[in-house]
Nanobody, 119 residues
Framework: QVQLVESGGRLVQAGGSLRLSCAAS????????MGWFRQAPGKEREFVSA????????TYADSVKGRFAISRDIAKKTVYLQMYRLKPEDSAVYYC????????????WGQGTQVTVAS
């Protein structure tokens, strides 16, 4: 069974940087695109960034554009989210998601990793 496992979340000071990783396990892993979402306490889950598995296209939420960068390593079946100039409002649980072939949207989710940005 394929699993998505996020890592890299921790406490960081405002203005700092952090890199999140999402590793897919399982031989049957396949993907059209992978994305990062986040959810802060009391708020709806929101889209952060996504990348096509081919790497040809990336998208970002306006709130992170210019500060975050998504990438993927096909051989490692891993997607990364490099975050720069972090702000307290970036604090949230960050989830990795996969859109599998045939799916209209992201349909496979990881358990999340906590990012806390201290002011």
């Amino acid at each position: 069974q394929v699993q998505l496992v996020e890592s890299g979340g921790r406490l960081v000071q405002a203005g700092g940087s952090l890199r999140l990783s999402c590793a897919a396990s399982g031989r049957t892993f396949s993907s059209i695109s992978m994305g990062w979402f986040r959810q802060a306490p009391g708020k709806e889950r929101e889209f952060v960034s996504a990348i096509t598995w081919s790497g040809a296209s990336t998208t970002y939420a306006d709130s992170v554009k210019g500060r975050f960068a998504i990438s993927r390593d096909i051989a490692k079946k891993t997607v990364y989210l490099q975050m720069y100039r972090l702000k307290p409002e970036d604090s949230a649980v960050y989830y990795c998601a996969n859109r599998r072939p045939g799916a209209r949207d992201f349909d496979h989710w990881g358990q999340g990793t906590q990012v806390t940005v201290a002011s």
